[in-house]
């Protein structure tokens, strides 16, 4: 197993555990997106006929919410997004040491190692602060609806509150809408940034296939910014109630 050991301890072998991870995280911001994006259909009905809530995501965030194996899978979140931000951060570090006396040498050429080491900065910051809103987002919203915050009262606990409630209750503050909109911008310039880079981690550096990966990496990153972004807005302009 050492041999696992050293090509994982390895420049090589971070960036591909970035790359991996970077892309399962991708991949939880879509289903999440998908989930969220709910929020704009009308109520779903329970068998009786009922409405879920005011909104279809009320419905879908019970149906997740009844699942046995969510703790699970938000364990496992918590460890990639860990796995993530430690790896690149690891990364950066490991490339500046590695520049040593040449770095001031190096930042003058704005295409040598200069250039690349301010971006993977600017990539190691971005990341940290997405991920940060990503988890404060999802912490927030499953707070709210299980009651949590009125468990620390002696006062008698409310029926859970469905999600749609939880977004107004938060999003409608001018200040809350604002953190979740720049959050957003940043999910967007990461990803874009993160997309490359992944892609080139794994080998898929072609002068045919670059340019349309760059190009899916643009509008994968638009859409999310504007799915993400579009819900505070909708709900502090009153458009969401």
Do not use: C
């Not at 009320?58 to 790896?87: C, K, N, R």
């Amino acid at each position: 197993m050492n041999w696992l050991s050293r090509v994982l301890t390895s420049s090589i072998g971070q960036k591909l555990i970035a790359a991996l991870s970077g892309l399962g995280l991708l991949g939880f911001m879509l289903v999440h997106a998908q989930g969220n994006l709910r929020i704009y259909l009308p109520a779903a009905l329970d068998e009786a006929g009922n409405p879920i809530g005011t909104r279809a995501i009320d419905a879908y965030a019970e149906h997740l919410h009844d699942q046995p194996w969510l703790p699970l899978a938000e364990i496992s979140l918590l460890i990639l997004f860990l796995v993530h931000i430690v790896t690149v951060v690891r990364l950066v570090l490991s490339n500046r040491a590695a520049r040593g006396a040449t770095r001031y040498a190096a930042s003058g050429n704005k295409s040598g190692s200069g250039a690349a080491s301010k971006a993977s900065m600017t990539m190691a910051v971005s990341g940290s602060i997405t991920m940060a809103f990503l988890l404060v987002h999802v912490i927030t919203v499953r707070a709210t609806r299980e009651n949590l915050f009125q468990s620390w009262s002696s006062a008698p606990h409310e029926p859970m509150e469905h999600v749609t409630a939880a977004l107004v209750t938060h999003l409608s503050n001018p200040f809350m809408a604002a953190f979740y909109v720049v959050g957003s911008l940043l999910v967007s310039w990461h990803l874009f940034h993160g997309i490359q880079s992944a892609a080139r981690s794994l080998g898929v550096n072609h002068n045919k296939y670059s340019p349309l990966i760059e190009k899916a990496g643009l509008a994968i990153s638009i859409l999310l910014a504007l799915a993400f972004a579009s819900i505070p807005l909708a709900i502090l302009f009153g458009l969401i109630k």
